[in-house]
C-alpha cells in the first residue's frame, strides 16, 4: 500500500489571534494544539497544508529546488514555502521527505506571518492502490506514526513538544494531485492525514534558526523507522 510519510471536522470556530512579532523567551512560541488560530483547529490547518503539499507544481516545490544537503545548499531563499493563506497570514513550510536525513535551508520570510508545518505526518487519498474505504483511508494515515520522537526549538529555546499530546488526525478532505509525489497518478480525490505539527506565532524582524529532531523506533514493522535533523534558518524582514 502506497503512502507518502513526511517529516507530515471541519468546523469553524470565531476566536480572533491578534497579529504580533514574537521574540523567543520561555519557549512559548507555538500556538498550543488546543487553540483555534485564526478559526481554525490544527488539524484544519494540516489538511490545508497538504491541500498545498501535493497541489503545487513540481517546479515550484522547495523539495526539487532546493537539493538537501548537511551543508547548506538552499539555491532559492524565497522558494521555502509550499504556500500561503493571505486572508490569515500563514505561511505553509515545505517539508523534506524521510530519506532526507539531515537538512538545512535558508528562508527568505515576510514579517508578521505565522508558519505551519508538519514535523512528521502521513497521507492517504482513495486514488493509492488498495484503498476501497475509510478505514482503509485511516490505516494507512496511521501507518507509520507509531513510535515517534520529537524535539522541537527555536532560536536554541526548547518548546514544550509532548507527542503524545501532539499527535492529530483530520477529518476527511480533497485534494488536487498536481506534482506526482504521491506516485504516477492525478486528480481529486478524498483524503485523510495524521501526524505531529509545529505552529509557529509571528516571528520578530531579523535573523530565526527554528530545528526539529524526528525519529521512528517502530520494533513491531522496522521498514518505518527512519530519523530526521532539519535546521531552517529564517530570515524574517
Not at 527554528?210 to 517502530?218: A, G, Q, T
Request: glycine share 8%; proline share 5%.
Amino acid at each position: 500500500m502506497a503512502f507518502l510519510l513526511i517529516c507530515t471536522s471541519l468546523i469553524s470556530y470565531s476566536y480572533f489571534f491578534s497579529i504580533y512579532s514574537y521574540s523567543v523567551g520561555a519557549g512559548d512560541f507555538l500556538y498550543s494544539l488546543d487553540s483555534n488560530p485564526f478559526g481554525k483547529n490544527h488539524k484544519e490547518w494540516l489538511a490545508e497544508w497538504w491541500k498545498y503539499n501535493l497541489g503545487i507544481s513540481a517546479e515550484d516545490h522547495p523539495d526539487y529546488i532546493n537539493p538537501t544537503n548537511s551543508v547548506d545548499n538552499t539555491k532559492d531563499p524565497s522558494k521555502c514555502y509550499i504556500g500561503e493563506d493571505k486572508v490569515n497570514n500563514v505561511l505553509f513550510l515545505g517539508v523534506p521527505p524521510v530519506e532526507d536525513k539531515f537538512v538545512v535551508r535558508t528562508c527568505d520570510t515576510p514579517a508578521g506571518k505565522a508558519i505551519f508545518l508538519p514535523i512528521e505526518s502521513s497521507q492517504c487519498d482513495y486514488g493509492q492502490e488498495g484503498i476501497a474505504s475509510e478505514k482503509d483511508l485511516i490505516d494507512c494515515a496511521k501507518a507509520g506514526n507509531n513510535g515517534v520522537i520529537a524535539k522541537v526549538s527555536l532560536d536554541g529555546v526548547d518548546a514544550e513538544y509532548n507527542v503524545d499530546k501532539n499527535r492529530i488526525m483530520t477529518d476527511l478532505f480533497n485534494i488536487t494531485m498536481n506534482n506526482k509525489m504521491m506516485g504516477n497518478y492525478s486528480g481529486s480525490y478524498g483524503s485523510l492525514s495524521e501526524g505531529y505539527t509545529v505552529f509557529l506565532k509571528p516571528l520578530s524582524v531579523g535573523n530565526h534558526t527554528l530545528k526539529y529532531d524526528v525519529s521512528v523506533i517502530y520494533p513491531p514493522d522496522p521498514s518505518y523507522n527512519y530519523i530526521q535533523q532539519a535546521t531552517y534558518h529564517l530570515v524574517v524582514r
